[in-house]
């Protein structure tokens, strides 16, 4: 089969090959790749800035995948060849990646594809569905009426986060940039400006300086600051991105409970893989529903251009890049 290899994180450079794709085990599913989803996490495993999940190299890269079942190893129920399939599901220490014509996978991490989106869609969601649902739904249990705030509303896992408290039937605020006030709104959240309003403004103009019941933070750094300070007593704030020495008076203060999510940890443990595939199972059910679509960027990029698709994420692309391995169905 066709893949890309990473020979070294040095220059991190790509090398096309010819190599052998592995019969699924016992378990495990093998898939013809269809899609692979560009996440910032894959450009930091190409470039050897990821120390917690870079491969032995060399090594076949690309975490999220969404692509049609060629074989069904021993042990595996719920599905079957030519059941399309979607799932965060390798590219990390130990499991080869969707840069690949054939990826085989443990069956435990996929799901099936949503009906009504395309495989660039649906290789688009897998990381960033399950990080938002992991902090949204896990950590912080999101309820209806619950005022929450995206930190980040209109990036990747932020314009889910979005959508997902929206399902929950949550009142949602998302800060974001001036120029993409309309997506966030679109997608159902009130945007905040933050460039023009501080933590302490928009806290009072839209809950009366009480705070918000939860917070979900995807940026970090001073807005993870920011957001100690912006939930209410006995609230919760989750962050994917907090990666920082942080002061935590501010929420200790408030009685707040903090989550972390690193959603590439049951990949790399093997631990509460299940529960990846039970969330994407939900996620499905969701966008079926009309209720979650990712935005997907309009640039078709394939694995000839795979790296110009690294490129694009980190120069701020327009919230999800996908590579398209094989024909679109």
């Known amino acids: ?46 470039t050897g800035q990821a120390p917690y999940a870079m491969p032995k190299l060399p090594a076949v890269l690309g975490t999220d995948a969404a692509g049609i079942i060629t ?11 030519g059941d399309e399939v979607y799932g965060l599901a390798g590219g990390v220490r130990g499991l080869p990646g969707s840069l690949a014509e054939f990826m085989t996978v443990d069956a435990a991490l996929m799901a099936k594809k949503p009906v009504n989106l395309t495989m660039r869609e649906a290789a688009a969601l897998p990381l960033v569905a ?11 249990h999101v309820q209806p009426g619950h005022k929450v705030l995206v930190q980040g509303g209109s990036g990747g896992v932020g314009h889910v986060v979005v959508q997902l408290a ?18 966030v ?16 403004q928009y806290v009072e103009k839209y809950t009366g300086g009480k705070g918000f019941d939860v917070i ?14 912006a939930v209410r007593h006995y609230g919760h704030i989750t962050s994917c991105a907090a990666f920082e020495s942080h002061n935590l008076l501010n929420s200790s203060l408030r009685c ?3 989550s972390a999510v ?20 939900e996620i499905a059910k969701l966008a079926d529903a009309g209720k979650i679509r990712p935005i997907v960027d309009p640039r078709r990029f394939t694995l000839d251009t795979a790296i110009a698709a690294h490129d694009a994420v980190r120069g701020g692309a327009n919230v999800k890049i996908v590579i398209d391995v094989a024909a679109e169905l």
């Open 71 to 81: 074989d069904v190893g021993p042990g595996v129920e719920g599905f079957a060849v």
């Open 1 to 46: 089969m066709r893949a890309l290899i990473l020979d070294t994180y040095q220059n991190g450079r790509f090398r096309e090959a010819d190599i052998e794709s592995r019969s699924p085990g016992r378990g495990e599913l093998r898939i013809r790749v269809h899609a692979s989803g560009v996440n910032p996490v894959d450009g930091l495993i190409r």
């Open 166 to 183: 929206k399902a929950f039937g949550a009142d949602v605020y998302a800060t974001t940039q001036a120029h993409k006030q309309d997506l």
């Open 216 to 229: 979900y933070d995807t940026v970090g750094g001073s807005t993870f600051e920011a957001s100690l300070g």
């Open 262 to 281: 690193y959603v590439l940890y049951p990949m790399l443990s093997g631990e509460r893989r299940a529960h990846h595939g039970a969330i994407l199972r």
């Open 130 to 140: 399950l990080t938002a649902w992991e902090g949204l739904v896990d950590r912080a």
């Open 185 to 200: 709104r679109g997608l159902g959240a009130t945007p905040i400006d933050y460039t023009r309003m501080s933590a302490v």
């Open 256 to 258: 707040a409970v903090i």
